[in-house]
């Protein structure tokens, strides 16, 4: 069984910076995507960054320019540098890992991680 563990959460003010991180325990197989989502108060869970396993990275195009994914499949870790942060980034952030056995998908989920972001 895949456990996701996040941290790099915090309080910035805008413009400012920080970067999260998720560590995958358990053994991954195959064609896979790590990446993250988040929800703000009221709101939807959305789609934020992902990292293929191979090595195909796509962003929302709210976040495109200013945040950054990378990937670590030696620890099978995912990460995500966000800069020039804005309120309306305030969310928390859920670190997601998607797996494929033929059509079948299985997601994954962290706990989630505050991102607050002071005007």
């Known amino acids: 069984q895949v456990q996701l563990e996040e941290s790099g959460g915090g309080l910035v003010q805008a413009g400012g910076s920080l970067t999260l991180s998720c560590a995958a325990s358990?053994?991954?197989?195959?064609?896979?995507?790590m990446g993250w989502y988040r929800q703000a108060p009221g709101n939807e869970r959305e789609f934020v960054a992902a990292?293929?396993?191979?090595?195909?990275?796509t962003y929302a195009d709210s976040v495109k320019g200013r945040f950054t994914i990378s990937r670590d499949d030696v620890n099978n870790a995912v990460y995500l540098q966000m800069n020039s942060l804005k309120p309306e980034d305030t969310a928390v952030y859920y670190c997601?890992?998607?797996?494929?056995?033929?059509?079948?998908?299985?997601?994954?989920w962290g706990q989630g991680t505050q991102v607050t972001v002071s005007s």
């Open positions: 997601n890992l998607a797996t494929f056995s033929g059509s079948h998908r299985s997601d994954y």
């Open positions: 358990g053994t991954i197989f195959g064609f896979n995507v």
């Open positions: 990292f293929t396993s191979f090595r195909v990275a």
